[in-house]
Nanobody
Framework: QVQLVESGGGLVQPGGSLRLSCAAS????????MGWYRQAPGKQRESVAY???????IYADSVKGRFTFSRDNAKNMVFLQMNSLKPEDTAVYFC?????????????WGQGTQVTVSS
């Protein structure tokens, strides 16, 4: 069973930075994609950074130039560096990993970590 554990959320002032971490229970090479999603109150979950194992990371337009996805394959971890944070970035952030076996995609989610941007 795949487990994803996020950390690094918190309260930050507008313009500040946070770095989210996600530790996976297995090798990152076992996943076809990894990424970060977020869900604000009353809104649908949306993709923030979507990263195929072999391919460029795709960012939501709203975070381009401010957020950076990275991975440490040796530690089975992925990160989301968030700079120039805005109040509209406030949400629960979820780590996602996906596998495809026999043509069937399975998505795995962490428990989420709250990010609040407020003065």
């Amino acid at each position: 069973q795949v487990q994803l554990v996020e950390s690094g959320g918190g309260l930050v002032q507008p313009g500040g930075s946070l770095r989210l971490s996600c530790a996976a229970s297995g090798s990152l090479f076992g996943f076809v994609t990894m990424g970060w999603y977020r869900q604000a109150p009353g809104k649908q979950r949306e993709s923030v950074a979507y990263s195929p194992t072999y391919g460029p990371t795709i960012y939501a337009d709203s975070v381009k130039g401010r957020f950076t996805f990275s991975r440490d394959n040796a530690k089975n971890m992925v990160f989301l560096q968030m700079n120039s944070l805005k109040p509209e970035d406030t949400a629960v952030y979820f780590c996602n990993a996906a596998t495809i076996r026999s043509g069937i995609r399975d998505d795995y989610w962490g428990q989420g970590t709250q990010v609040t941007v407020s003065s």
